[in-house]
């Protein structure tokens, strides 16, 4: 079943041409790197893409500058499909379901057909990479040796993995809190140590030019800032989009750090999904936590949640609406919930995983007494 899916999914990036422009732009930051080039100073592709990792990141691809496209290509389809597999298998432990090869498999040979996943491998994207780390860190046991360091590393390739070291320390977990926060720092004093000019570049401009990473308001951005600014139509809403943002932020860190001290596996999903909610540009390919968030469902009982949770991911409802040019932003009210199918599923469901695991800890006590 694998092999066929994986067979269909290469068959449809040969027709299509897909030109995995995201496995470009990895390659030419590390062969900047190599070349000694300004690391925020060029643009790839017929998109014009730039380079918006920490330096840390581009150190890590430089290998990639090693292979032409096409080898290039080949190595990002197989490796996010092992990729995929890892965080299948990492969702069964996470939810508690038996981790049996043919049943990682058969899921692994669905889940690649869920469209943040699609996109992911299709544009030769990093986000499975970067869940496996956090979540096989995340997933093992208390106290384990080095506990902390690849969520440490994860943060210091796309910065928004910090926010599971926020959990960490909100949870009492100190120590695992303070050797992620080590780690993370250690990724950017390397960067430092061997790309010092562009290390400044980053951390003191390119950092905060958001359009850099592309325009907010399009639908590939399944943010609440995308929500937002479609909906009003408005290109930048500003603080109405501000405000929402750090409401979102401070129940999503309160529910997690609330959920976990009953059902650790929700409050990570929690975490997970408000941080993809409240970060300015979350695009569709970020979202391949669905893959554990089904899991989880599944194995509470929840699965026609479950189901229905892959039908929105799976739908790619976000591309049915018009989104040429600038129609992204002149969209009816009845076609903004296409438009916005993750976000608003993610504000829905942050509230009822806390309620779940409220739900599950009263009966647990109800037995006991009983």
């Not at 958001?210 to 308001?217: E, I, L, P, S």
């Not at 991911?313 to 976000?318: D, N, S």
């Amino acid at each position: 079943m694998l092999a066929l899916s994986l067979a269909a999914f290469c068959a449809l990036c040969v027709v299509t041409h897909a030109p995995m422009a995201d496995a470009l732009v990895y390659r030419a930051e590390g062969a900047a790197v190599l070349n000694g080039r300004d690391l925020y100073g060029f643009t790839v592709t017929e998109w014009r893409l730039p380079a918006t990792y920490p330096p840390f990141a581009a150190l890590l691809f430089v290998p990639t500058a090693w292979l032409p496209p096409a080898a290039l290509k080949v190595a990002f389809v197989a490796g996010n499909v092992a990729l995929l597999a890892a965080l299948v298998r990492l969702s069964c432990r996470l939810a508690g379901l038996p981790e049996r090869l043919p049943a990682v498999c058969a899921a692994t040979a669905l889940a690649l057909w869920l469209e943040p996943v699609f996109q992911t491998v299709l544009f030769g994207q990093v986000n499975l990479a970067v869940a496996c780390l956090i979540l096989w860190d995340l997933t093992r046991p208390p106290g384990a040796p080095g506990k902390g360091i690849a969520l440490g590393i994860a943060a210091g390739v796309k910065l928004t993995p910090a926010v599971f070291i926020a959990y960490l320390l909100l949870t009492r977990r100190v120590r695992e809190g303070a050797t992620a926060l080590a780690a993370c720092a250690g990724t950017v004093l390397l960067g430092a140590l061997v790309l010092p000019y562009a290390s400044v570049d980053f951390w003191t401009r390119r950092l905060y030019e958001t359009d850099r990473v592309g325009k907010a308001w399009i639908v590939d951005n399944q943010s609440l800032q995308g929500l937002i600014a479609r909906a009003l139509g408005e290109p930048s809403p500003g603080p109405a989009w501000a405000l929402p943002m750090v409401a979102v932020a401070c129940a999503g860190l309160w529910l997690a750090r609330r959920t976990a001290t009953v059902n650790d596996r929700r409050g990570i999903l929690i975490i997970a999904f408000t941080a993809l909610l409240v970060c300015p540009i979350s695009w569709s390919h970020h979202w391949v936590w669905c893959v554990p968030l089904i899991a989880v469902l599944a194995a509470d009982g929840r699965r026609h949640t479950a189901a229905l949770v892959a039908v929105v991911f799976t739908a790619r409802t976000l591309w049915l609406v018009p989104h040429q040019g600038a129609l992204d932003l002149q969209l009816p009210w009845w076609q903004q919930p296409l438009a916005s199918p993750y976000a608003l599923l993610a504000l829905v469901l942050l509230p009822q995983l806390s309620a779940l695991s409220a739900l599950s800890a009263s009966s647990s006590s109800a037995s006991t007494i009983r």
